[in-house]
């Protein structure tokens, strides 16, 4: 059953206090004038007194549309322009932090609503809210973060929900850490468990919807992974609702602290290793929004998925493959600099990827609080590693342009694991060095074929290239490696 409400709503917002201290990050060995070459960072002018906190973008053919934290939506006219226009369609949402077109409608997820929302008589404004699905109780905590909506391949809207952090005044609410499918009907049900700080929820090309969870207690380091009925993704907090009816996900029973990855993985019932975890401080620290580039609308890394962060002002990218019935993967640098930490990105009608901007809540690199920027690419390819592929023997690694094989020597590869534990974070456990016996296969010289010493499944591997060559071509000087680092999560062996 749809409901209508008022279109405009009065609420107190309180401001929200950081979730962790930020520290400084490690230098970083490229610098950010070097991936200015190749991708560049386009400012959109925002109005004085415009608080463009982004909790969410949308763009359909009368303009972008933006939600902020504040509880307001700007459409925003000629957002390519050097003067864009900006008009209030909407306020008095609480923390709206997604927003999706569909069917004619702007769908957005409020803190205690999925709602849909529509200008009926095109005069600039929002006539006409609906709530579309509620029932996930607030315990009153400030950190009750709802996210989405995203549209999965059955028609069903997933949202994610962030777990409570300190006092929850109101009392414990259920369904608190979990990914819910909203149907048409406005029905919803608990589809996976175990999420901490889940601030990106999207959809694959394929239908499949996927999150990114954030570095913190039993979440060893950020990570990304697909989000599937009755999955378990390793916070106990909230495990209590699987008893709910509503709930798809089965109960895991106690959740020891202090195992090793592997070990929770066999021993705990529907643990969900991610697709990829994303180091904390070596790829980012607080991963959010994301999107897959289906078009190759970024040069050399068509299909792989484009990530922002919150922490580090920076735009990272994934490549996965399913490997066993299940995805692992990659992450890799791609683009820092940014004006603050980006929450939601977007491909823009023109090919460049649009990145909402926010510092409020949590802090992060950069000197603005809030805004809105555009990544472009320049259309020349850089000398990179493109793609990391598991084999049964080691890795498959593909370069961008030939490599010369003479300089496969440095190769410099590491493993590591993890603890499963509740303590904030986990620094890499069990380290190891491997030896490489690395060649450059038949074809056209882009591909390197890696078998590696000590090869084991259920660890991350560092794989760092940054100092192989390009292969010398006659009338060319051979450019240098951009970045040529990869973090490949090895989940199994294909």
């Not at 409020?110 to 009926?120: A, F, N, V």
């Not at 929002?126 to 709530?131: P, V, W």
């Not at 809540?361 to 472009?376: A, C, D, K, T, Y």
């Not at 590869?413 to 986990?426: L, N, P, V």
Request: glycine residues 12%; hydrophobic residues 35%; charged residues 20%.
């Amino acid at each position: 059953m749809i409901h209508f409400v008022p279109a405009l709503l009065s609420l107190v917002f309180v401001e929200p206090i950081p979730q962790e201290p930020a520290s400084p990050a490690p230098v970083a060995a490229v610098s950010v004038e070097g991936e200015a070459r190749y991708a560049t960072i386009v400012d959109v002018p925002v109005p004085e007194g415009v608080v463009l906190e982004v909790g969410g973008i949308a763009e359909r053919d009368d303009g972008l549309y933006v939600c902020t934290r504040r509880g307001e939506i700007w459409r925003i006219t000629e957002p390519y322009s050097a003067q864009p226009k900006f008009a209030l369609w909407a306020e008095g949402l609480q923390e709206p932090l997604g927003l999706l077109e569909h069917e004619g409608w702007l769908y957005c997820a409020q803190r205690g609503e999925l709602s849909r929302m529509r200008d009926r008589d095109v005069d600039g404004r929002m006539d006409d809210l609906e709530t579309v699905a509620s029932g996930w109780v607030l315990s009153g905590n400030y950190h009750e973060s709802c996210f989405g909506p995203a549209l999965a391949g059955d028609g069903s809207m997933w949202l994610s929900l962030n777990k409570p952090f300190g006092d929850e005044p109101f009392g414990r609410a259920p369904f608190r850490g979990f990914a819910i499918a909203v149907q048409k009907d406005g029905s919803w049900t608990g589809e996976c468990a175990g999420l901490r700080s889940p601030a990106g929820i999207g959809t694959a090309p394929w239908g499949e919807v996927f999150y990114s969870d954030n570095q913190g207690e039993w979440c060893a380091t950020s990570k990304f992974a697909p989000l599937q009925r009755g999955d378990f993704h390793g916070h106990p907090w909230g495990i209590d609702s699987c008893k709910d009816p509503r709930s798809k996900a089965a109960h895991p029973g106690e959740v020891k602290s202090g195992l090793r990855m592997s070990e929770a993985a066999t021993t705990i019932p529907n643990f969900r290793l991610p697709a990829v975890w994303i180091p904390y401080d070596e790829c980012g620290r607080s991963p959010a929004g994301f999107v897959w580039d289906d078009a190759g609308r970024f040069g050399p890394y068509r299909g792989q998925v484009f990530c922002g962060d919150q922490y580090s002002s920076e735009v990272f990218r994934m490549s996965l493959e399913r490997v066993q019935g299940r995805w692992q993967g990659a992450c890799y640098p791609f683009r820092r600099g940014f004006a603050c930490g980006i929450v939601r990105v977007l491909w823009a009608k023109d090919g460049s990827l649009w990145c909402g901007l926010t510092n409020r809540g949590w802090g992060s690199l950069g000197q603005s609080e809030h805004g809105l920027q555009r990544l472009r690419w320049n259309g020349e390819t850089p000398f990179d590693l493109v793609e990391a592929k598991a084999t049964t023997t080691g890795f498959d690694l593909l370069f961008s342009m030939p490599v010369d094989g003479a300089s496969l020597d440095s190769l410099k590869i590491k493993s590591w694991t993890y603890d499963h534990h509740e303590s904030y974070g986990c620094p890499p456990r069990d380290v190891q060095s491997h030896i490489a016996k690395a060649t450059v296969g038949n074809g056209d010289g882009r591909m390197v074929h890696m078998a590696l010493s000590s090869l084991v499944d259920g660890r991350v591997y560092s794989l760092d290239a940054s100092a192989v060559r390009a292969a010398a071509l006659p009338g060319r000087v051979a450019p240098k490696m951009l970045h040529g680092k990869a973090w490949y999560t090895r989940n199994a062996a294909p």
